[in-house]
């Protein structure tokens, strides 16, 4: 009996997985109190300066990459949906897809985990290299369809 493809799912959970950084950043402005944050003009440039006067260099930072990992996920995501509608479109195994897209989670929780937690420059190409594992998943699954795409 062939295994359930379950790829599909990677979808919403990926989208889910990039609201972790998201709230984080916000409860970092936040600091407990709503009056900290502007859901009016969350990224004015003024509401920005007012938190970074406010908070250490550290904390600062920390929101700083928080945020970035925010981003980051949203800037892939496309990558992530075509990678899924092409290799389902392709009929590649399920056993595979299901395998590839739980490997490109796993290594986007990592990714998303250091990128917070790791402020020194020189461990930061660890977030580099786990973010290049996590893309070629995508990549390769783009390249088994294309070659059975190609014939």
Same mark, same amino acid.
């Given at each position: 009996?062939?295994?359930?493809?379950?790829?599909?799912?990677?979808?919403?959970?990926?989208?889910?997985?990039?609201?972790?950084?998201? +709230? /984080?950043?916000?409860?970092?402005? @936040?600091?407990?109190?709503?009056? &900290?944050?502007?859901?009016?003009? *969350?990224?004015?440039? =003024?509401?920005?300066?007012?938190?970074?006067?406010?908070?250490?260099?550290? +904390? /600062?930072?920390?929101?700083?990459? @928080?945020?970035?990992?925010?981003? &980051?996920?949203?800037?892939?995501? *496309?990558?992530?949906? =075509?990678?899924?509608?092409?290799?389902?479109?392709?009929?590649?195994?399920?056993?595979?897809?299901?395998?590839?897209?739980?490997?490109?989670?796993?290594?986007?929780?990592?990714?998303?985990?250091?990128?917070?937690?790791?402020?020194?420059?020189?461990?930061?190409?660890?977030?580099?290299?786990?973010?290049?594992?996590?893309?070629?998943?995508?990549?390769?699954?783009?390249?088994?369809?294309?070659?059975?795409?190609?014939?």
């Amino acid at each position: 009996m062939a295994p359930t493809n379950y790829s599909v799912y990677s979808i919403p959970i990926y989208f889910i997985m990039n609201f972790i950084p998201h +709230t /984080y950043s916000t409860l970092i402005f @936040a600091d407990g109190s709503a009056k &900290n944050w502007d859901n009016a003009n *969350p990224k004015s440039t =003024a509401v920005r300066e007012r938190f970074q006067k406010r908070v250490s260099a550290a +904390t /600062y930072t920390r929101w700083e990459r @928080a945020r970035a990992a925010h981003n &980051n996920g949203i800037e892939n995501f *496309p990558l992530l949906i =075509a990678a899924v509608i092409l290799g389902n479109m392709a009929k590649l195994d399920a056993g595979m897809m299901n395998w590839t897209f739980g490997t490109f989670l796993l290594f986007r929780a990592i990714f998303i985990t250091v990128y917070i937690e790791i402020s020194d420059r020189r461990l930061s190409f660890f977030r580099t290299l786990v973010f290049n594992i996590s893309i070629l998943q995508c990549l390769w699954i783009i390249l088994k369809a294309g070659n059975v795409y190609a014939g």
